[in-house]
């Protein structure tokens, strides 16, 4: 008999947040109801930030970030080629030309060296220098932000994290999300992520003005705020479109979802901290290499890639995947898509994400993964990586 397959990620969720999900169900507001004001006074109060602006997706809320910092046409924007292409994307929906920084071999996030060279040669050769960086916080793993803020202030960059794998980390005593070094820093709730509200994001800010412009671009463009209006009123029904945004809401269903799960968040970010802790010890002997985390971060732990030798790859994913084992690999970089070649990346650019990809798989890591399951994903790799090797 076949053990229960294991999934890579999977959501965790209650009898409390079915019953927050019912509750909304059966009131009077599915959407633009007070649900997702509560839920974003909630993140906003539990990482430390001013403000925060629900929406449909981390995708979503990565377009409005970059509107709202005015990236249009003719800006460059710069992320990393590691990590989903929506990361990249954003910018690309603002018009804006998107540009890449390698990795750190060791941390997998965007390398801030890397980057510090990238913006001295692009100044030495009076190549356009970018508007907006978006570190991605790798696996759960918060970027060298301190670095990162120091060029922003050297080069003249904004900053916005897109901390889709991040929420309930750390960054020195700073929790992800309290923007202490960005413009910025965006969430995902997709289901696969720490925490979901089954389809969803959000955007935090410190700024007044930022938190405002990015609220009136989810719903169209439209402000109910008499001091904005740029015509007189023509009566209490009234408001105004007063520039093109979108719809892009949460609805209430999804915030009380999120507001639920939100109480469980540390629970969460504290199990998938053990998991990771024992894949690292049981692995410590066997020929891989694990994400370097430096000592003031505390991941979220969204992932745990292993990087094997190049030649023992697809054959540990394959076995994996055939005994039942959720694997994944996270990700194909950014610049190798068709759609990414055609603007003119080519391989051999950022050598070290190509390096990682070729190597890394993505083992199972989620909240409800049981220490029995988590001993049998750990039995089967080492069965593969500890058999002798073949001669070529
Ligand atoms: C999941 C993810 C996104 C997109 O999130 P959605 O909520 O699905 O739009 C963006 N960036 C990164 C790094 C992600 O992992």
Redesign the pocket.
């Known amino acids: 008999m076949n053990p229960d397959p294991i999934p890579y990620a999977h959501q965790d969720i209650s009898q409390t947040d079915v019953e927050a999900v019912v509750r909304v169900l059966r009131g009077d507001w599915l959407t633009q109801g007070p649900s997702v004001p509560a839920f974003e006074q909630a993140v906003a109060q539990s990482c430390g930030a001013a403000h925060a602006v629900a929406v449909n997706?981390?995708?979503?809320?990565?377009h409005l970030a970059c509107l709202a910092l005015g990236v249009t046409a003719g800006d460059v924007v710069w992320t990393t080629p590691m990590?989903?292409v929506?990361?990249a994307n954003c910018a690309r929906y603002c018009g804006a030309t998107v540009d890449f920084v390698d990795i750190d071999p060791c941390t997998w996030c965007m390398s801030a060296e890397q980057l510090r060279v990238k913006l001295a040669y692009a100044r030495g050769t009076g190549r356009p220098l970018p508007k907006v960086v978006i570190p991605?916080h790798?696996a759960g793993q918060s970027c060298d932000m301190m670095r990162i803020r120091q060029l922003s202030e050297e080069y003249g960059f904004r900053i916005i994290e897109?901390a889709?794998?991040a929420i309930g980390g750390t960054y020195g005593r700073a929790p992800v999300g309290s923007c202490a070094y960005s413009d910025i820093t965006?969430f995902?709730?997709?289901p696969?992520?720490i925490m979901t509200t089954g389809?969803?994001?959000m955007a935090l800010t410190n700024s007044t003005e930022l938190a405002e412009r990015m609220g009136r671009w989810r719903a169209h463009g439209i402000t109910r705020d008499p001091a904005r209006f740029a015509r007189p009123s023509d009566g209490p029904w009234y408001y105004e479109q007063i520039d093109l945004g979108f719809n892009y809401r949460m609805t209430d269903i999804q915030a009380a979802l999120g507001h639920s799960q939100l109480s469980r968040l540390q629970e969460f970010v504290d199990r998938r901290n053990v998991l990771a802790e024992q894949y690292d010890a049981a692995f410590a002997t066997l020929p891989i290499q694990s994400q370097q985390r430096p000592a003031h971060v505390r991941s979220a732990r969204?992932l745990y890639v292993v990087r094997v030798a190049q030649s023992s790859r697809r054959g540990l994913y394959e076995h994996l995947s055939a005994s039942g084992i959720g694997v994944n690999v996270h990700y194909i970089p950014v610049h190798l898509h068709p759609d990414y070649r055609q603007l003119g990346f080519a391989e051999g650019q950022y050598p070290q994400a190509e390096q990682y990809y070729r190597e890394a798989v993505s083992l199972p890591m989620y909240f409800a993964l049981s220490d029995a399951q988590q001993e049998r994903v750990i039995g089967e790799v080492r069965r593969v990586l500890m058999q002798p090797a073949r001669a070529a």
């Open positions: 997706s981390a995708t979503s809320a990565l990590t989903f929506a990361s991605v790798f897109d889709s794998h965006v995902s709730f997709h696969v992520k389809e969803g994001g969204h």
